[in-house]
């Protein structure tokens, strides 16, 4: 063997250093005899292995990866789904992927609108993904190419690359101007009825201009209001907070949407929330008798237009405020629907608790929530048709229609002017 030679090679103090015993004291195995100290030379081979001072570290004494079991990984609020696949609503579901993927569209318009030129420095533009809307560590140009037909990168004089609006991009956006100028007054009654439903009839400016989208108010929406002295007034609080308060209440838009509808079909909105009473089996009732005695704790509603404060917090008519507080609210926005978000945003003046999501989960007759358990939006089921398509559309959400038209498209004729280059 070619280590034996190696050891016959080496100096007589070094050899005898590094070479094994060859027979093993009988303290080693105390249960052999002595007679079985002569060992087969074999045996002896194997034990010097043992005993020898060499590596051994190329045995294989783990279980490689591929062979393991792979743990499945637990649900989170951030990937557990809200809806179960049985009761989830596919149209629904695929609104709220749809809104992730315009992200980038819909946050650098706005960015974009705002700067010089509405255009930017691609270097910059690459540092801002919270401003522009796509995600961190991902390559701005990706994101611009999918929209063709609405942002360019175009290399300026200055030997820079810089990302802007197409020709097609400028006519929309001054086409958004001329719808907003159109539904001016709609919009008036949709911040003052906010306003009417908000604690003390105020709230901080930036709060509703930060969800201004929602609701389809403009982007200078701090001076838009100024123009209205005799419905809205901007007063400044100690700590500097800009408030917007109400300066008339007006009856003729205290009145809710669900109040309207009574008038109209009163067994719709009777159906429209439950809020059961607690009965033990013993009574027996059937399913009509089920229902009227939940119609007792049902009617009447509490107008969301009330002051929400006066009510102790865990009471029936509490509940029953909040949740109609929220059905109106979702009333106001262009598209019936409202993430998480949103609605945290106005937790103070309409005297939400940290239980809105169960509470919503308990209505499963008047609202929807879709995505997942941390990013979840709430949808109003009666605002839109059985094929998911929102029944009553604003001006401004059919102007959205065509934008996103245009964004998902890749090329167009040339005869609509939309190649022309900077």
């Given at each position: 063997m070619a280590w034996l030679t190696l050891m016959a090679k080496l100096k007589p103090s070094v050899a005898k250093a590094l070479t094994p015993p060859l027979s093993l004291s009988s303290s080693s195995f105390p249960s052999r005899k002595p007679s079985d100290s002569t060992l087969c030379p074999i045996s002896t081979h194997f034990l010097n292995f043992l005993g020898s001072p060499f590596s051994t570290s190329f045995l294989i004494t783990k279980t490689p990866k591929k062979f393991k079991k792979k743990r499945k990984k637990k649900d989170s609020p951030r990937t557990k789904l809200v809806q179960h696949e049985s009761s989830r609503i596919a149209k629904f579901e695929q609104i709220v992927e749809c809104d992730n993927y315009f992200r980038f569209l819909i946050r650098s318009k706005q960015f974009l609108s705002k700067q010089p030129d509405h255009i930017l420095r691609l270097d910059d533009a690459g540092k801002l993904y919270r401003e522009l809307g796509f995600p961190r560590g991902r390559k701005v140009?990706?994101?611009?190419?999918?929209?063709?037909?609405?942002?360019?990168?175009?290399?300026?004089?200055?030997?820079?690359?810089?990302?802007?609006?197409?020709?097609?991009?400028?006519?929309?956006?001054?086409?958004?101007?001329?719808?907003?100028?159109?539904?001016?007054?709609?919009?008036?009654?949709?911040?003052?009825?906010?306003?009417?439903?908000?604690?003390?009839?105020?709230?901080?400016?930036?709060?509703?201009?930060?969800?201004?989208?929602?609701?389809?108010?403009?982007?200078?929406f701090r001076d838009w209001v100024l123009k209205f002295p005799d419905d809205f007034r901007v007063n400044v609080e100690n700590d500097g907070t800009r408030m917007l308060e109400l300066v008339k209440w007006d009856p003729a838009l205290a009145v809710s949407v669900l109040e309207k509808e009574f008038m109209v079909d009163e067994d719709k909105v009777k159906k429209a929330f439950k809020f059961p009473v607690k009965h033990g089996k013993s009574l027996d009732l059937d399913e009509d008798d089920k229902r009227r005695l939940n119609l007792l704790n049902t009617l009447p509603l509490v107008s969301p237009y009330s002051d929400g404060s006066k009510f102790d917090l865990w009471t029936l008519e509490a509940e029953k405020y909040r949740v109609g507080i929220l059905h109106e609210f979702l009333s106001l926005t262009l598209e019936k629907r409202a993430s998480i978000h949103h609605i945290v945003?106005?937790?103070?003046?309409?005297?939400?608790?940290?239980?809105?999501?169960?509470?919503?989960l308990k209505q499963p007759r008047t609202f929807y929530l879709a995505g997942t358990e941390m990013n979840w939006v709430v949808f109003l089921r009666d605002a839109y048709d059985e094929n998911g398509v929102l029944i009553k559309k604003d001006p401004l959400v059919i102007f959205y229609e065509k934008l996103y038209k245009y964004a998902q498209m890749q090329e167009q004729e040339s005869s609509s002017g939309t190649d022309n280059k900077r």
């Amino acid at each position: 063997m070619a280590w034996l030679t190696l050891m016959a090679k080496l100096k007589p103090s070094v050899a005898k250093a590094l070479t094994p015993p060859l027979s093993l004291s009988s303290s080693s195995f105390p249960s052999r005899k002595p007679s079985d100290s002569t060992l087969c030379p074999i045996s002896t081979h194997f034990l010097n292995f043992l005993g020898s001072p060499f590596s051994t570290s190329f045995l294989i004494t783990k279980t490689p990866k591929k062979f393991k079991k792979k743990r499945k990984k637990k649900d989170s609020p951030r990937t557990k789904l809200v809806q179960h696949e049985s009761s989830r609503i596919a149209k629904f579901e695929q609104i709220v992927e749809c809104d992730n993927y315009f992200r980038f569209l819909i946050r650098s318009k706005q960015f974009l609108s705002k700067q010089p030129d509405h255009i930017l420095r691609l270097d910059d533009a690459g540092k801002l993904y919270r401003e522009l809307g796509f995600p961190r560590g991902r390559k701005v140009n990706k994101f611009i190419a999918r929209h063709p037909l609405l942002f360019e990168i175009y290399r300026h004089t200055d030997n820079k690359m810089w990302f802007g609006f197409t020709e097609l991009m400028e006519n929309l956006i001054e086409e958004e101007k001329t719808v907003n100028d159109s539904i001016e007054i709609e919009r008036v009654n949709v911040v003052k009825k906010l306003l009417m439903m908000s604690k003390d009839r105020k709230m901080p400016l930036s709060k509703i201009y930060h969800c201004r989208l929602l609701f389809g108010v403009p982007e200078d929406f701090r001076d838009w209001v100024l123009k209205f002295p005799d419905d809205f007034r901007v007063n400044v609080e100690n700590d500097g907070t800009r408030m917007l308060e109400l300066v008339k209440w007006d009856p003729a838009l205290a009145v809710s949407v669900l109040e309207k509808e009574f008038m109209v079909d009163e067994d719709k909105v009777k159906k429209a929330f439950k809020f059961p009473v607690k009965h033990g089996k013993s009574l027996d009732l059937d399913e009509d008798d089920k229902r009227r005695l939940n119609l007792l704790n049902t009617l009447p509603l509490v107008s969301p237009y009330s002051d929400g404060s006066k009510f102790d917090l865990w009471t029936l008519e509490a509940e029953k405020y909040r949740v109609g507080i929220l059905h109106e609210f979702l009333s106001l926005t262009l598209e019936k629907r409202a993430s998480i978000h949103h609605i945290v945003e106005f937790k103070e003046e309409f005297s939400l608790t940290k239980h809105t999501y169960q509470m919503l989960l308990k209505q499963p007759r008047t609202f929807y929530l879709a995505g997942t358990e941390m990013n979840w939006v709430v949808f109003l089921r009666d605002a839109y048709d059985e094929n998911g398509v929102l029944i009553k559309k604003d001006p401004l959400v059919i102007f959205y229609e065509k934008l996103y038209k245009y964004a998902q498209m890749q090329e167009q004729e040339s005869s609509s002017g939309t190649d022309n280059k900077r």
